[in-house]
């Protein structure tokens, strides 16, 4: 009887927090602070009081109407949201805590919906919270209605990576090599976002035999080079819209130019381009002439 007694005891809190849990999972903020009051009073000492306390104040202070100051969300995000995915993620593990914050990410998106893209708070809008909650339809229109978004790079990453996580590399090349003119720095952060095994195989391959500076700055030539190492990539850089006319974005339109003549067997024009393409950038003409 007395190891039954301490069984009993031992499982006592489990069974608490477990009814917690199920409380959130199901999102029910009434049954859940119920829960959470049981378990405080009995084990107040347990170690998921504190997040668990966090997840019930949160369902019970949900959103009402729509969000117009940049400051509002902002403050928002900070009280209600952020402290939120830790305390998830303490409760229900990385991947299960990740999932039940996103209709927060997305509560909050929709109250925001309407809030202009405000340059010098760019993360307080709308976009990166549909981004957040993994609703990449819901990003990219939000993205589409700013302005100029294309000739912003933070604007322009996010839209990369929302029709990255819609359609795939193949066709957010162009806006790789957009953003590798504009931004180098958020290229190369942008593909540790993505994780995609073949792109981090290029920039490794890029940053061991690119002849550059040796410098982030380098990144704004990599669609160029990557031409010269996966010719196929060129169909869909061909996509690419007009920028800033940057030394690199001369460079891969060069590459574009060279593989067409290549292909239509212009041989006196192709001399003359790769003349060009030397004298814009040698490393970058070392790429191109090593694979032919």
Known sequence: MP?????????????????????????????????????????????????????????????????????????????WCSPSEPAARRAFGDAAGIAWCRPLWRAIAEAASQLPFHREMPEWHAAPLWMRAADWAAAHESIHRI?????????????????????????????????????????????????????????????????GEGTIEDLSWFTAWVIAEKPGIATHLRACEPSTRTLPEQGMRIMLELLTLEREGRQHDLVERRKVLRGLHPGLFDAYIRTR
Request: proline content about 6%; charged content about 25%.
């Open 3 to 79: 190891n039954q007694l301490d069984l009993f005891e031992d499982s006592r809190d489990v069974m608490l927090r477990n009814d917690v849990l199920v409380a959130l999972e199901q999102r029910n903020a009434v049954d859940g602070r119920e829960a959470l009051s049981r378990l405080a009073a009995e084990y107040p000492n347990d170690g998921l009081v504190p997040p668990l306390e966090i997840l019930v104040r949160v369902l019970e202070r949900p959103i009402h109407g729509p969000i117009t100051s940049h400051t509002v969300l902002r403050d928002m995000c900070e009280a």
């Open 147 to 211: 302005a100029s978004w294309r000739r912003i790079p933070v604007t322009l990453a996010w839209m990369a990576e929302t029709v990255y996580r819609l359609d795939g590399l193949e066709s957010a090349w162009p806006l790789l090599a957009e953003l590798g003119w504009l931004s180098p720095k958020k290229l190369g952060a942008l593909m540790q976002v993505f994780g995609d095994s073949s792109l981090l195989a290029l920039r490794r391959a890029f940053d061991a035999n690119f002849d």
